[in-house]
């Protein structure tokens, strides 16, 4: 993982060529010299934040065609109810 910094003026010059940078790393961007923001990929956010993407919100993304599932069968031993 690479780490970049920017300043915001490089930041409003060449958005594009620093969201695909991000995808690579952290981008720092910089006001007056100081660090004030980080630019990130939202997949790398989500790791760092433990949050995890829904069922719903993986099947409504447009990568969902790529997301393999398939349904384990389990048996659990039951009986059936006898009603007497």
Do not use: W
């Amino acid at each position: 993982m690479t780490k970049q910094t920017v300043s915001s003026r490089e930041l409003n010059q060449a958005l594009s060529r620093i969201k695909k940078s991000s995808l690579t790393g952290p981008v720092i961007i910089t006001d007056r010299g100081q660090p004030s923001h980080v630019m990130m990929s939202y997949a790398e956010y989500q790791r760092l934040t433990g949050k995890r993407t829904s069922i719903v919100e993986r099947l409504s993304s447009p990568a969902a065609t790529e997301v393999e599932f398939e349904p384990v069968t389990r048996r659990l031993g039951l009986k059936p109810a006898e009603l007497d």
